[in-house]
């Protein structure tokens, strides 16, 4: 089979992290005759990333809901390739003008949908008849689908998020923790507690910083470090400053190390006020680090509380703080929780799972037929 993947992301967050993992899951299986093939952003970091892995990297313009030519840039591209099939891997206009592309073209396309924030409902219709299957990465997605956008149950599959638990591993030596007191600047025995998400509003940081007076009060020994970036950055450096919060609040920036970085962590805190699932929560059970998130979405199938970390309602500042000062306060209990988590995503949220979930769905829209041409094994980028 020919499967022309659409990740519309710039950046390497959670979603294009899951396309490249889905990519090089795809080529490992090495199954005679299929080709996977990505189109993404000119200039994105997936591009660049996936040259190795895809059969092909269609790098392309795309400018978001408004760029109307994505779709005949996106039909070229099934034209050339002799597509099956099409996998959208996000929004930001490529879940409808790489669907009408599709369309237009007489493929089959899949949508992945990975959100779990709410729809306009004259567009639910329009755009989920697009395509054959709905592949959500938590049943918090599914159910959205279902009670607010009114899709078809039959429509939709659940294959979650993975993580790989080979790169994310818990902290084995002494050596590891050393560097990242350096790296950060920490005192020695200072407890670190990181957040992980890009500066949005959704994200939750402000429902942290108006939490931690209450946190540093009783457990004034933590330090907590943001990772990310976006828009609200400076606003939320601008609130810490306001709160006398500037020397316990580290803002360090987006970085391509976490592998490094997580399981030196004490605590992991996602106060989203939605979230499809939370690739940087997998990864930090992974690390077998015990964490806090908000009961909403897909993140209590990763944070199940009082076993792997606490839930809280979503925007509760008190609740938020309460949770920081238990678990900061009783290392036995980050240690249970954190040895549960890493044996959840084991268990629950492995690649190779992801990989086959994908394919069998591939196989399902398609049942039992065969390519449209003969593979050509060229990698290149196409701009």
């Known amino acids: 089979m020919i499967v022309v993947h659409v990740e519309a992301g710039t950046h390497l967050y959670g979603g294009a992290v899951q396309v490249l993992q889905l990519l090089r899951g795809l080529r490992a299986m090495g199954t005679p005759g299929d080709r996977h093939i990505l189109v993404c952003p000119a200039g994105s970091a997936i591009?660049?990333?996936?040259?190795?892995?895809?059969?092909?990297?269609?790098?392309?313009?795309?400018?978001?809901?408004?760029d109307i030519r994505m779709r005949a840039r996106v039909r070229r591209v099934l034209r050339a390739e002799h597509a099956d099939l099409v996998h959208v891997h996000s929004r930001r206009g490529a879940d409808i003008w790489a669907g009408l592309a599709a369309k237009r073209e007489a493929v089959p396309a899949i949508l992945s949908r990975r959100v779990d924030n709410p729809e306009k409902r004259w567009l639910v219709k329009f755009k989920y008849g697009l395509y054959r299957r709905v592949i959500t990465i938590s049943q918090g997605i599914r159910q959205v689908l279902i009670e607010q956008a009114g899709v078809a149950q039959e429509k939709i599959v659940c294959v979650p998020s993975a993580v790989d638990t080979e790169r994310f591993q818990p902290a084995a030596a002494a050596e590891q923790r050393a560097w990242f007191v350096r790296e950060f600047g920490l005192r020695e025995g200072e407890l670190a507690v990181g957040m992980l998400a890009q500066f949005i509003e959704r994200k939750g940081h402000r429902v942290l910083i108006e939490a931690l007076p209450s946190v540093l009060q009783r457990a004034p020994n933590t330090r907590i470090l943001l990772f990310g970036q976006g828009p609200l950055a400076e606003e939320m450096r601008r609130l810490c400053a306001e709160r006398g919060l500037s020397e316990r609040v580290l803002f360090a920036g987006f970085r391509t190390d976490m592998e490094k970085i997580l399981p030196s962590l004490d605590l992991v805190v996602h106060p989203a006020l939605m979230e499809g699932l939370g690739v940087s929560l997998l990864e930090a059970a992974a690390c077998a680090v015990p964490i806090i998130a908000s009961d909403a979405g897909g993140m209590p199938e990763i944070v199940r509380d009082g076993i792997t970390g606490r839930l809280i309602p979503p925007g509760d500042k008190q609740a938020l703080g309460s949770a920081?000062?238990?678990?900061?306060s009783n290392a036995d209990l980050r240690r249970r929780c954190g040895a549960a988590g890493r044996q959840l995503v084991e268990a629950e949220f492995s690649l190779p799972a992801m990989v086959a979930g994908n394919y069998r769905v591939y196989q399902e829209v398609l049942g039992t037929a065969t390519t449209r041409s003969a593979a050509n094994p060229a990698v290149k980028v196409h701009t």
Do not use: F, W
């Open 47 to 66: 591009a660049a990333a996936a040259q190795d892995i895809a059969a092909k990297v269609y790098a392309i313009p795309m400018s978001g809901d408004a």
């Open 324 to 328: 920081m000062i238990e678990l900061l």
